[in-house]
Nanobody, 122 residues
């Protein structure tokens, strides 16, 4: 089993930066695919950023150029650096991991954290 625990959420003003972290415990492999999804109130859950098994990355259109995903070499911690935050970034952010899947469908990811809340005020 793999456990994912997110941290680093909080309330910030628009334009600020925030770094989210996801601690990985249990049986893991350094080449797991990992990523971040988010869900705002009343909206569908959407993919934010993915880090594939070969360490290539992908981003949702709304965060490109502002967010950066990174993973430590051992695959034990995933980070999301969020710059130039906007009120539209307010959401619950979820960490995901999977030994093989690396796509944008949240329900396909085998392991999912409980989330950390981010609130951006104007």
């Amino acid at each position: 089993q793999v456990q994912l625990v997110e941290s680093g959420g909080g309330s910030v003003q628009a334009g600020a930066s925030l770094r989210l972290s996801c601690a990985v415990s249990g049986r893991t492999y350094s080449r797991y695919c990992m990523g971040w999804f988010r869900q705002a109130p009343g909206k569908e859950r959407e993919g934010v950023a993915l880090c594939n098994s070969d360490d290539s990355t992908g981003y949702g259109d709304s965060v490109k150029g502002r967010f950066t995903i990174s993973k430590d070499p051992a695959g034990r911690r995933l980070s999301l650096l969020m710059n130039s935050l906007q009120t539209e970034d307010t959401a619950m952010y979820y960490c995901v991991a999977d030994p093989a899947y690396d796509g944008w469908i949240y329900s396909n990811w085998q392991y999912r954290g409980k989330g950390t809340q981010v609130a951006v005020t104007s």
